[in-house]
């Protein structure tokens, strides 16, 4: 059974730091893209960051551009994404989740599992 879960969340200041971590199991996890996509409060669900199966391919939105970073161990069958430069408005529930694919791009339907959620909260 393939599980995803989440881990590093938690409360900081606007202009910290903090790396969220998606444990994965269940399958093997070089051949699927995966990705982090965040839900705040009020608000649609909608993609951060996705990367490809080896790690090649990266994508970004346009609002966490030159600020969070995506990566994965794939000895590990870990993902990570690196979130600096933090702003409120990255307040969020965030999502790991895996595709089927080695590519996945920014699209929700293109990923069939996902993580619990882990929160995040920026403070101003």
């Known amino acids: 059974q393939v599980q995803l879960v989440e881990s590093g969340g938690g409360l900081v200041q606007a202009g910290g730091s903090l790396r969220l971590s998606c444990a994965a199991s269940?399958?093997?996890?070089?051949?699927?893209?995966m990705g982090w996509f965040r839900q705040a409060p009020g608000r649609e669900r909608e993609f951060v960051g996705s990367?490809?199966?080896?790690?090649?391919?990266?994508w970004y939105a346009d609002t966490v551009k030159g600020r969070f970073t995506i990566s994965r161990d794939n000895a590990k069958n870990t993902l990570y994404l690196q979130m600096n430069s933090l702003k409120p408005e990255d307040t969020a529930v965030y999502y790991c989740?895996?595709?089927?694919?080695?590519?996945?791009?920014?699209?929700?339907?293109?990923?069939?599992?996902w993580g619990q959620g882990t929160q995040v909260t920026v403070s101003s």
């Open positions: 269940g399958r093997t996890f070089s051949l699927h893209a």
């Open positions: 990367i490809s199966g080896r790690g090649a391919g990266t």
């Open positions: 989740a895996e595709s089927q694919a080695v590519v996945a791009g920014t699209a929700e339907n293109n990923y069939d599992r």
